[in-house]
Nanobody, 118 residues
Framework: QVQLVESGGGLVQAGGSLRLSCAAS????????MGWFRQAPGKEREFVAA???????SYADSVKGRFTISRDNAKNTVSLQMNSLKPEDTAVYYC????????????WGQGTQVTVSS
């Protein structure tokens, strides 16, 4: 059973940066698509970024040019570098893995809070 643990969240001023990390344990994720999602208070969870095992990357329009997703297969981790943060980026950020055939993103971390002050 794979477990995903996010870290790196916190409080930052608008314009600042944070780097989130997602560590996977239980099996390798090197052949799986990994994604980051976020959920702000009172809103539905939304897609932020994803990276396939071949390295193809996609971003939500709201974070393009500011966020960068990457993976380190040797460390079994996925990261999200967030620059030029805005108050509207405030949310709980979740790491997710697409491990088994069927609906995407079947495994989720517990989330890490990111708060951007204005």
């Amino acid at each position: 059973q794979v477990q995903l643990v996010e870290s790196g969240g916190g409080l930052v001023q608008a314009g600042g940066s944070l780097r989130l990390s997602c560590a996977a344990s239980g099996r390798t994720i090197s052949r799986n698509t990994m994604g980051w999602f976020r959920q702000a208070p009172g809103k539905e969870r939304e897609f932020v970024a994803a990276i396939t095992w071949t390295g193809s990357i996609s971003y939500a329009d709201s974070v393009k040019g500011r966020f960068t997703i990457s993976r380190d297969n040797a460390k079994n981790t996925v990261s999200l570098q967030m620059n030029s943060l805005k108050p509207e980026d405030t949310a709980v950020y979740y790491c997710a893995a697409d491990l088994v055939p069927g609906p995407p993103y079947d495994t989720w971390g517990q989330g890490t809070q990111v708060t951007v002050s204005s």
